[in-house]
């Protein structure tokens, strides 16, 4: 009777170890020597801190390991070598660009609900010659364009590049006012019960909190009234839908910049009157943010961005208001 034994060569253990003295040993101070999926081993560059911002994207590097790698500090650069802003805060060198595209070399890829900036930083030696290539640490920030999401986790909409650091900044931000004039410069309490004649102009103002102004720009999709504050209640009366406005509505400014504006005439359908709106960011480089309104139209496909319903009220009416 024979038995079959299963014998691992010698050899092999040597060879992996050595493999991984010679694969380690090429890593360097900025970098991590992992263990892929069983097959081999690698150097994995250490991830900067990363601050996305909603006006400046900030990378961190300690001053700890730039002085134990030979870079100098105060030769780093983003994509654009005009773009060299850095500060020291503590034992880390904090280098900032603003948060723009083109801007410092910065580039913006957008889908239907994120926003993605990205650059490089690039270091190079204190003994810098001619010659010499820096080291750069790639990075990217992730900005949701909804307001409104179910899920506390970013899902990251894109497959970032090997060794890029990447970040989530915070989220858009939209508000609605009522104003008392045409010229939307003096708008009602926030909150508060306000009182109209019947038949008197509403002013609405819509306006978005982005820092890159021209890349974006607010839409009004659907705004409506309800005589309750609840945005999903189904008897509406629309003053804008599908972009356009309704009977006697008049769009004052939409699709142009961060701020829109309409103004509508009060109807006394309710005693207590709310208005709400459906509002997106629109990348006017990607797609038409204005619309051309008929009777009879199909609606276009756009790269819009839906934020979180907007509401306003109550307002009420009185025939006279003495």
Not at 227 to 251: F, G, H, K, W
Not at 273 to 294: A, N, Q
Not at 299 to 306: A, D, E, Q, T, Y
Request: aromatic share 10%; proline share 6%; charged share 15%.
């Amino acid at each position: 009777m024979s038995t079959n034994f299963f014998v691992q060569p010698i050899a092999t253990w040597p060879t992996v170890q050595m493999s991984t003295v010679s694969v380690c040993a090429t890593c360097g101070v900025f970098d991590a020597c992992v263990y892929n999926y069983s097959t081999s081993w690698r150097c994995v560059k250490k991830v900067p801190e990363l601050v996305c911002g909603r006006n400046l994207l900030q990378v961190g590097l300690l001053n700890v390991h730039l002085e134990a790698f030979g870079l100098d500090a105060s030769s780093a650069h983003m994509t654009d070598s005009r773009c060299s802003a850095h500060r020291e805060h503590n034992v880390t060198v904090w280098y900032q660009v603003e948060r723009r595209i083109g801007h410092c070399g910065n580039t913006l890829k957008t889908n239907g609900t994120h926003a993605v900036y990205s650059n490089s930083l690039f270091v190079y030696p204190v003994d810098r010659r001619n010659d010499t290539q820096p080291l750069s640490f790639p990075f990217s920030c992730v900005y949701p364009l909804e307001t409104d999401s179910s899920l506390d986790v970013p899902i990251i909409p894109f497959s970032p590049a090997d060794h890029e650091v990447v970040g989530v900044g915070s989220k858009a931000s939209a508000s609605m006012s009522l104003y008392r004039h045409a010229n939307y410069t003096d708008p009602y309490p926030a909150g508060k019960l306000v009182t109209l004649l019947v038949g008197s102009t509403l002013h609405v103002g819509v306006s978005v909190e982005e820092s890159d102004a021209k890349t974006f720009v607010v839409v009004l999709e659907d705004c409506y009234t309800t005589e309750s504050p609840n945005y999903d209640a189904l008897t509406r009366t629309y003053m804008i839908l599908n972009r356009c406005p309704q009977t006697q509505v008049r769009v004052e400014e939409s699709g142009s910049s961060l701020r829109a504006s309409f103004s509508a005439p009060l109807r006394g359908d309710y005693m207590y009157t709310f208005v709400h709106c459906r509002v997106s960011l629109c990348d006017k480089k990607m797609s038409s943010c204005t619309s051309v309104c008929s009777r009879r139209r199909s609606r276009s496909v756009s790269m819009s961005i839906p934020l979180k319903p907007l509401t306003i009220g109550p307002i009420t009416w009185a025939q006279n208001l003495e």
